[in-house]
Structures are given as C-alpha cells and as structure tokens.
C-alpha cells in the first residue's frame, strides 16, 4: 500500500526496517502510548517509534523522563491537553549523555525517533546532523516542511490524524537523504555485532575510507562511529540487565562486548552519569535530574 500526496509522490518506502528498538524507559505517573506505525505507514522504515506521552490523571506535580543516547535525531511536538493543540515544535539532534524531560500537568508531548542516518535532511540550509548534536531547533524557521507542518499542528482534528499527516510531510522531506543506504549498511552492522566492528571493518567491507565513514556519520547521525558503538554497546547491555536480573554483571559486561566489569562502569557513567550496578539495582528512580540538561536544548547563538 503507498501513501500518496501527489501523483508523483509514493511515500510507503519498500527497503526493509532495521530492528532496532532503543530503550524509552518509563517512568511511574506517566503514560507512554505508542502510536501505529506498522508496514504502509510513511515512515515505516524511516522511524522507530512514535509516542503519546502526557502526564496521568491525578498528578499535580510534572515528573521528569530520562532520554538516554540512542544515535537517533527526534522531532518533538509539545502541546497542551486542554486546547488539544501543539504549541511548540522542535528537532532534536543525537545526544552523547543522558538529558530529561520533564512532563507538567496538563501538557502533552508527541515524540517521533527516527532511525540512526535518517533524519538530517530535515535541517534547514544544508545542515548536517553534527550542527544540532546535543541540542534542538525549532520547526519554525528551522525544519524543511514546515509550512506544511504547522498549519497540520493548528488543525482541529484527532492526534492521530495529525501525526499521520505530518508523518507524511516528514517523508517527502527524507527523500533527499543520498547518503542514507551507506549509512544504514554501517549502523546496521554496528548494531547486528552489538558494538563490536572497528571502522576499519567497516571502510573494507563498503569500500570506503575510515575517513570518509567518519564524515558520512558526522552528516547524517550527529555522532563518530566510535561514539555510535559505544551507545549501542551501551543499550544491548541495558536490555540484557533489565531481562536477565539475576545474570552477574561481570557476565554481562564480557556478553556485550566490554573487555571487563570496570570497563562496562566507566561507559555508564559516561552517558547515563551512573554506574551499572547502580542502573541494575534502581534504573534511574534515584537520579538527581537537576544535575541533568534539558533534552529540548535550543542552541540561541
């Protein structure tokens, strides 16, 4: 099935879709509604997920949710419950620590992550996705498509159709992404071997120079492949300790590709701020967020 805005513009991509799923950890008081985008969606191979996320009935005060590095750029909708209409937009670059958002009362957030490589043609005037690492642009004035965007966010119409809507200006937008199969052969074999290829590997088996990888990764993620490993390194081995609670940790650091336990712990506290053991024990309950940046950082100069 194809999603078509004009006669000339197919938008259900027939590439098949990496899996790989990040982790989103939830936070108790939150509510985290994953939206549809299974096989015909516009961004079927070019998102992994979609979410809903408002704060739940009862709470008076905003709770805070971690967003931890997954190479992934994010186009971010931030609106209000009541008026059930966005007020703010933004694209969000690849982050190489842990940053937080924090969810009020009545305020609502739609969060769309986009595959590691996919994403970067968003940006305005030739930007790569290393200019918004670590921080956001606004959509308005900033993003490709968003004279088409906003007018979707002011429209009186369910959330659904709005997303699905803008899902498909989002598309149209991607198909200038050139570089984007290169990319996806390297952050797909980078995640099948859990963070274990060395560059090296990778500029043998696609024909290119380190060099050359490193500046495709700068362009289209926002972070090295060196950096990008670490990360994946890094969620294999928060899955594996989430499923396997009882498994040592020593056990799962050498699972995962780290040379030691110790080795694991200054990985965590490189891009979460906090030990694996300490992850084990409490996930991130016990983290002190005002010691955290906000993920939704706009870069003013």
């Known amino acids: 099935m194809s999603f078509v805005i004009s006669s000339k513009q197919h938008l259900a991509p027939t590439e098949d879709r990496i899996q790989y799923e990040p982790m989103m950890f939830e936070v108790e008081g939150v509510?985290?509604?994953?939206?549809?985008i299974s096989f015909g969606h516009p961004l079927y191979t070019a998102a992994i997920d979609m979410y809903y996320i408002t704060l739940d009935e009862g709470h008076s005060e905003g709770r805070y949710i971690?967003?931890?590095?997954?190479?992934?750029?994010?186009?971010?909708?931030?609106?209000?419950?009541?008026?059930?209409?966005?007020?703010e937009g933004f694209l969000c670059g690849a982050i190489d620590e842990i940053k937080k958002i924090l969810i009020a009362p009545e305020d609502y957030y739609v969060f769309i992550r986009f595959m590691p490589g996919t994403g970067y043609s968003l940006i305005k005037n030739g930007?790569?996705?290393?200019?918004?690492?670590?921080?956001?642009?606004?959509?308005?004035?900033?993003?490709m498509g968003e004279e088409q965007m906003l007018p979707v966010l002011e429209r009186d119409i369910k959330l659904e159709e709005r997303a699905g809507l803008i899902s498909k200006i989002v598309r149209v937008n991607l198909q200038?992404?050139?570089?984007?199969?290169?990319?996806?052969?390297?952050?797909?074999?980078?995640?099948?071997?859990?963070?274990?290829?060395?560059?090296?590997?990778?500029a043998y088996e696609t024909g290119f120079t380190s060099r050359?990888?490193?500046?495709?990764?700068?362009?289209?993620?926002?972070?090295?492949?060196?950096?990008?490993?670490q990360i994946i390194k890094l969620q294999t081995s928060m899955e594996k300790i989430i499923e396997n609670n009882d498994k040592k940790l020593?056990?799962?650091?050498?699972?995962?590709?780290?040379?030691?336990?110790?080795?694991?712990?200054?990985?965590?506290?490189?891009?979460?701020?906090?030990?694996?053991?300490?992850?084990?024990?409490?996930?991130?309950?016990?983290?002190?967020?005002?010691?955290?940046?906000?993920?939704?950082?706009?870069?003013?100069?």
Not at 31 to 36: K, P, Q
Not at 136 to 142: E, F
């Open 31 to 36: 509510s985290f509604n994953r939206l549809d």
């Open 66 to 87: 971690p967003i931890v590095p997954d190479g992934c750029m994010a186009l971010v909708f931030k609106g209000n419950k009541i008026d059930d209409e966005p007020s």
């Open 127 to 143: 930007k790569n996705a290393g200019s918004i690492a670590n921080t956001a642009v606004p959509i308005r004035g900033g993003v």
């Open 176 to 202: 200038n992404e050139h570089e984007r199969y290169i990319v996806k052969y390297c952050t797909e074999r980078i995640f099948q071997t859990q963070g274990n290829v060395r560059v090296e590997e990778l």
């Open 212 to 229: 050359h990888i490193g500046k495709l990764f700068e362009k289209c993620i926002g972070v090295s492949p060196k950096l990008y490993s």
């Open 250 to 301: 020593i056990e799962i650091a050498l699972d995962s590709g780290f040379f030691d336990h110790a080795h694991m712990n200054r990985m965590y506290k490189k891009l979460i701020g906090i030990s694996s053991g300490e992850f084990k024990k409490n996930m991130f309950s016990k983290v002190d967020y005002t010691l955290i940046d906000d993920y939704i950082s706009v870069d003013e100069t």
